[in-house]
C-alpha cells in the first residue's frame, strides 16, 4: 500500500523502482482525493519486464515490426530496436522511455518523418542512423542524458530542458542547419498557448543561467550552435558556420 499527500505533478501520481520486481502483471488500484475531498478511483494493469530486449524493425523476420513507433510502444526501459537497412517513412515519433534505437548502416538505415522526432524520455540513444523531417529533425524535451551517434541529419536539434546531452561523430548534410539549447519547458508552454494564456507563456521560460553539461564532438557541418542561458559545455573538433553565446559561461570550445 503506498498513499501520498503530495500534489500531483505534471500528471505523475506516483513513481516506484520495479528492478526488483518479478515480472508479470499487476493490477492497482489508484485512488485520488481532489481539494474538494471528491474521491476518484481506478484500476490498472502494470507490466513488468525487467529484462532488456532487442526489437527488430524491417529484415525478414516473421515477428519484426515495420513500423518504428510500434516497436517502441512495445518496448521498455533499457530495450534496444534494431533497424534494418531500409527506408522508413514515419509520420510521428515520440520516443518516451529509456531505449536505444540503432541503424544497421547509418547511410541505409533511414528515418523519414513528416514532424521531428520527439525525445521526452531520459537516456534515450539513436546510433547509426540516417534522419530527416519535413522541419526540425529532433526535440529534446526534457531529455536528460539523450546521446546521438554516428547518425546523418540535417543538423536541426532543439534541445529544450535538457541536460547531459551528448552529439558525437555525426555527419549533417546542411550547413544551413541549427543545434540551440534553449531553456523552455515545452509541455508548459504548449498548454499555455492551448489555453491562451499569454501572459503565463513567458514563466514557462526558465531565464536564469544554468548547467546543461552538453558535449558536441568530432561532427561534420554543423552549421550554428546556439547557446542560451547554458553553461559548462563542451564543443570540440567540429566543423561548422558558427557559434552564438547567450548568457551562457563556463563552456569549453575547441577546434
Known amino acids: 500500500f ?3 499527500s503530495s500534489q500531483v505533478v505534471n500528471g505523475v501520481l506516483a513513481s516506484w523502482n520495479t528492478t526488483n520486481v518479478d515480472d508479470g502483471l499487476y493490477t492497482i488500484k489508484l485512488e485520488v482525493i481532489d481539494n474538494h475531498s471528491k474521491v476518484y478511483t481506478d484500476i490498472i494493469i ?8 532487442v526489437w527488430y524493425v524491417g529484415g525478414s523476420g516473421p515477428s519484426n515490426f515495420t513500423s ?5 510502444l512495445e518496448s521498455g526501459n ?3 530496436i534494431f533497424l534494418y537497412n531500409g527506408s522508413y517513412s514515419e509520420n510521428l515519433i515520440i520516443v518516451d522511455r529509456s531505449i536505444s534505437i540503432v541503424g544497421e548502416d547509418r547511410n541505409n538505415a533511414s528515418i523519414y518523418s513528416t514532424y521531428p522526432l520527439y525525445i521526452k524520455a531520459e537516456n534515450v540513444k539513436l546510433k547509426n542512423l540516417s534522419i530527416k523531417s519535413a522541419a526540425t529533425d529532433i526535440i529534446l524535451d526534457s531529455a536528460k542524458g539523450f546521446e546521438i551517434l554516428g547518425c546523418k541529419s540535417k543538423a536541426d536539434i532543439l534541445i529544450a530542458n535538457s541536460t547531459g546531452v551528448r552529439i558525437d561523430g555525426n555527419i549533417f548534410e546542411s550547413k544551413s542547419g541549427v543545434i540551440i539549447s534553449i531553456p523552455i519547458d515545452l509541455e508548459r508552454t504548449g498548454q499555455e498557448i492551448y489555453d491562451l494564456n499569454v501572459s503565463s507563456i513567458w514563466n514557462s521560460f526558465a531565464w536564469s543561467p544554468h548547467d546543461t553539461d552538453i558535449v558536441i564532438v568530432n561532427n561534420t557541418n554543423i552549421g550554428v550552435i546556439s547557446l542560451i542561458c547554458s553553461n559548462n559545455n563542451k564543443i570540440k573538433n567540429n566543423t561548422m558556420t558558427g557559434i552564438i553565446l547567450i548568457s551562457s559561461s563556463q563552456n569549453i570550445i575547441h577546434d
Do not use: C, E, F, M
Open 68 to 72: 518504428i513507433q510500434d516497436a517502441i
Open 2 to 4: 503506498y498513499s501520498s
Open 78 to 80: 533499457g530495450d534496444t
Open 46 to 53: 502494470l507490466t513488468v519486464n525487467n529484462v532488456q530486449n
